[in-house]
């Protein structure tokens, strides 16, 4: 018998494990949809502006399906949790600021994610990180959305739909590269990797 695996299973299952940054990411999608009054993206109907590349991002894909592939994912480096998603069907667009105590971590945390992360925990030590993650993920899905973040409709120019570019062939290292990519090194098409050396 076949059953339907929830949201969360799916993020889940893309992401690799459970862990706070998939709550986040989680949350915020959740936010965005409803705000929007938007479904999960076929194409390039919503569009989310992510300035980070934490796990939250992960979510986001999942449950939004906006992606790097169809051109609807458009990563800004900010190091923000921040998140703007963008319904060109309605013309709406919403901010999401996570708050800090959404974020926060006990400071006793550091040394025991250390030893996790670096392999010398004891069992011991690695149920009691598990479990103190475990926590965190139900603060953040439990947490009130006005407590969780910062919500407010905003007004941007909205990005260009993706665009399907030209290949050619670097001349020094024979790999293809889309043509807005292509730098003009002695005369010939090269890649960047390839014009910087």
Same mark, same amino acid.
């Given at each position: ?12 299952? $893309?992401h690799g494990h459970s862990c706070p940054g998939i709550a986040t990411g989680y949350h915020v999608a959740r936010i ?22 934490s796990c939250s991002v992960d979510a986001i894909q999942v449950l939004t399906g906006c992606t790097f592939g169809k051109?609807?994912?458009? $990563?800004? !480096? ?6 703007? $998603? ?71 120019? $909205? ?6 570019? !030209? ?31």
């Amino acid at each position: 018998m076949c059953t339907e695996k929830s949201d969360w299973d799916k993020v889940i299952e $893309f992401h690799g494990h459970s862990c706070p940054g998939i709550a986040t990411g989680y949350h915020v999608a959740r936010i965005a949809l409803q705000k929007l009054q938007a479904i999960r993206a076929a194409d390039e109907e919503l569009i989310a502006i992510v300035e980070n590349d934490s796990c939250s991002v992960d979510a986001i894909q999942v449950l939004t399906g906006c992606t790097f592939g169809k051109g609807n994912l458009v $990563f800004n !480096d900010l190091g923000k949790q921040v998140y703007t $998603f963008v319904c060109r069907n309605s013309g709406r667009a919403v901010r999401i600021a996570v708050k800090g105590p959404a974020r926060r971590k006990a400071p006793s945390l550091k040394e025991l994610r250390d030893k996790v992360y670096g392999g010398t925990a004891s069992a011991e030590e690695r149920k009691a990180f598990h479990d103190h993650q475990q926590e965190r993920i139900r603060y953040i899905l439990d947490l009130p959305d006005d407590e969780f973040c910062e919500i407010r409709d905003v007004e941007i120019e $909205f990005p260009d739909k993706a665009k399907i570019y !030209d290949s050619h062939t670097c001349a020094v290292c024979g790999e293809q590269v889309m043509e807005p990519r292509v730098r003009v090194k002695g005369g010939k098409i090269v890649c960047i990797p390839c014009s910087e050396h």
